[in-house]
């Protein structure tokens, strides 16, 4: 046991075994498997004989996208066959996240339709994810109805935990698995996620984070960071162009830490763009406190690199961003950014901003505010404050912004996000941008819909721009809201 209450796991690459099959609650405290008198046996090779059909839902981030991909390959290697209709379900799985109060919120809104679902006919539940990790004791608890829970780093027993509980229920048997030991080494590098089709692929190049900010739980959910083999992400990166899709995405709690031997993140993120077939590489999230030069340079001169970079404030205030442990003072983000923009000035920069965390004055929150109007970023995800179970800021800090002061600084925050966005999208009026085609847009199959390289989105009329997906275009631009670009096809030269 770390100082952090991580446990390890004595052999790299492989997932801890923890998987308990008690009926009704239990705990674990070892890590062999451990069998209760009343248990049902776990074995992996004793299935039930029937294809199970698997409905999956996935709430949170692009990680917990990237997560269900890896859990639906992982359970079609062991025979499970994935529907897409809820009422087709032998099993129905949640894939969460606990960062957001949002996320958390609708899984417990589903679990309670679930409830009912139950009550009508044999189904298991299984709750997946950063939720499964951080509330287990809860959610066995309060949710009598969850059979199965699985953290992040223990997906690999998934498919086991789901045939014994499948086979407890017919056999009349309340059993409970639970995987959820954090584990030092497992990257799931050897598992091809199922991706659905798309122009998009994501890929982790590392799990975990070790910065600890007071706020967050993925320290306590995901564990340490850990980065994959470079080698490995290349070859997958391959593979991705060789499928048809035409942008990677990166993914890391903070990739810019990336290491593993002589690599780094600059380094890999080149060798990923230099892969034929790829026209963009994106990546989330880095760290403002340690931004090298060399990853600048990678993103501002290399032509498949998407000029776009996510900077997460949070704070604009240096004694907030001290309690948060966030590692920066608002005089080095401010550096960086100016770094970045001097190095090529219409690089697209985007943000998180926590309001009302604890202890913020109105002094604070307005150092935020005035730092959103300085940097102008071109959007930004704006956040109330809500505490996490477990983290730093819930152990010291008590959660003392009023919930109608939060309500006032977000919407005070978003009002000007929105100003300062349209401003900087009619920037772009009358310009010439590549643009990838990813679809129909949301609101009319006659529009298609694609994303800048600074991930703007842009719709245009589908009659005047044939097009489909994975298409990069050159279109103008011909209007702008806040939140969406307007394009044709640029007149004839
Ligand atoms: S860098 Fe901070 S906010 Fe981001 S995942 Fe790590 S602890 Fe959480």
Redesign the pocket.
Known sequence: MSSTGLQSTPTPGTAPVSALLLPGRSSYNGPTMTTHPNAIQANATQGTATPTHVHLETFGCQMNEYDSELVRALMQQNGFVFTSEQERADVILMNTCAIRENAHNKVYTHLSELKKIKRQRPLVVGVLGCMAQNLKDELTEIQPLVDVLAGPDSYRQLPMLIRTALRAQEDGLEAKGLAVDLSEYETYHDVVPDRRDGVNAWIAIMRG?D???SF?V??YTRGRERSRDAEGIILEAHQIAAQGFKQITLLG??VNSYRFDDWDFARLIRAVADVPGIERVRFTSP?PKDFPLPLLEAVVSHPHICKQIHLPLQSGSDRILGLMNRGYTISEYRALVDRIRSLRSDIVLSTDIICGFAGERDEDFEATYRLIEEVRFHSAFIFKYSERKHTIAARKFPDDVSEAVKTARVTRLFDLQRTIAYARNREYLHATLPVLVEGDAKRSAAQGMGKSDGNITVIWDKQAVPSHPGALLSLAIYDASSTTLYATLPPAP
């Open positions: 984070c910065n600890f900010c967050c993925v320290p709690q903070n760290h």
